[in-house]
């Protein structure tokens, strides 16, 4: 069992703009990284950014529900490289920011550079929930919230 604990609003650690994971050291992050999966599915998020756990790395989990693939997917120093001019609105939560809700007008298409912890460099591309969550949990790595940007 993971004995990560949940940081929610208001807190500096989530107004904190992160910083990169050296690439030498990624394999230090692995049971970080687990533990955050871990923690994402024990508080019942679809993704969870590193400043959520205490942490201000660049470092963020993303749930299978969302992506359809087979693992959780464990991503650290993304580069958001294309965000469509479209957007559109749809009602978020956050982990961090406990009861409360409210719609977040985003871009509909997204491109986002991200490594693994095994050093691979992956290319993601997202429409949909997908393309929210990564929108989401980059923001977190941004120090941004979605208070600052309900409609
Ligand atoms: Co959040």
Redesign the pocket.
């Known amino acids: 069992m993971t004995t990560l604990k949940l940081v929610t609003q208001p807190n500096k650690i989530l107004r904190t703009v992160s910083i990169d994971i050296a690439r030498e050291t990624f394999s230090e992050y692995k049971k970080l990284g687990e533990e955050m999966v871990e923690a994402m599915l024990k508080y019942e998020?679809i993704?969870l950014?590193a400043p959520?756990i205490g942490r201000n790395i660049n470092m963020f989990t993303i749930n299978k529900d969302v992506t359809l693939g087979e693992d959780h997917l464990i991503l650290c120093n993304p580069k958001i490289v294309f965000l469509s001019k479209g957007t559109n609105v749809m009602e978020e939560g956050?982990?961090?920011?406990p009861k409360i809700y409210g719609d977040v007008s985003r871009s509909e298409k997204i491109r986002v550079k991200a490594f693994s912890l095994d050093g691979v460099l992956h290319t993601f591309k997202a429409k949909g929930l997908l393309a929210k969550v990564f929108q989401?949990?980059i923001d977190?790595l941004n120090g941004t919230?979605?208070l600052d940007k309900f409609e």
């Open positions: 998020g993704g950014a959520q956050c982990l961090s920011c989401h949990e977190h919230l979605i």
